[in-house]
């Protein structure tokens, strides 16, 4: 399979599984189908166009390849019609969200190499394309997005995964798909694992200079 091919495969799956977890969230709030649509199209589409835009390849392919919003809206389309329990969606949801956001973060980062970018703006570019769907849908619903806030790892997943991706293309001997299907696989166990034993980054630190103020003596 060629790099062009490669790409395109895993942006489509990128586009059903993040119109998947755009329709849930719209179910979660009890949203109607254009708001289904509305959100599926923005969670599905988003990361790709932000990454397209921000790599000036003229119109996103988004809007330009006629399989991409069918994709989201199928995608979207079976959480509108599947009243999935709660406890089972849980186990499926954060599967999902692991496969979208490895799939998204090797294809963001292959276009960019593409370009024939630095190592470094690469990696940012496939954490952007894996990480903006999920941030257009939170805002869209007028919440802090996830990836902001305290939980499991998720943008930090996405950056390994590109930087495999980016990093691997040049061991002689693997070749894309190989170097994919590695960045996709570490990028999968890493967020499961994450999730299962609640792996999170620090928080500000405090270091409580105003109290240690107040405390001193002569106050």
């Not at 979660?28 to 599926?40: E, K, M, W």
């Not at 496969?99 to 990696?123: F, Y």
């Amino acid at each position: 399979m060629g790099t062009h091919s490669l790409i395109l495969t895993l942006d489509l799956l990128g586009v059903f599984a993040n119109g998947l977890l755009g329709g849930a969230a719209a179910r979660s709030r009890d949203l109607d189908l254009f708001g289904f649509a509305a959100i599926g199209l923005c969670s599905g589409l988003g990361g790709g166009i932000i990454r397209d835009i921000l790599l000036m390849h003229g119109t996103p392919v988004a809007l330009t390849n006629p399989a991409y919003i069918p994709t989201a809206l199928a995608g979207t389309a079976v959480a509108f019609a599947v009243q999935i329990e709660h406890k089972t969606w849980d186990r499926a949801f954060i599967l999902v969200d692991a496969a979208a956001l490895s799939l998204w973060a090797t294809a963001g980062a292959l276009k960019a190499m593409g370009d024939g970018l630095g190592w470094l703006p690469e990696v940012l570019i496939g954490t952007i394309t894996a990480i903006g769907g999920a941030v257009t849908r939170d805002v869209m619903l007028q919440r802090v997005p996830a990836v902001f806030t305290q939980g499991t790892l998720y943008a930090t997943v996405a950056i390994v995964v590109a930087a495999i991706q980016v990093s691997f293309i040049g061991i002689p001997g693997l070749s894309t798909g190989g170097a994919t299907a590695i960045a996709i696989a570490v990028g999968v166990g890493l967020r499961l694992i994450a999730y299962w034993r609640n792996w999170q980054l620090p928080r500000g630190l405090d270091w409580k200079i105003g109290q240690r103020a107040q405390e001193s003596p002569g106050d």
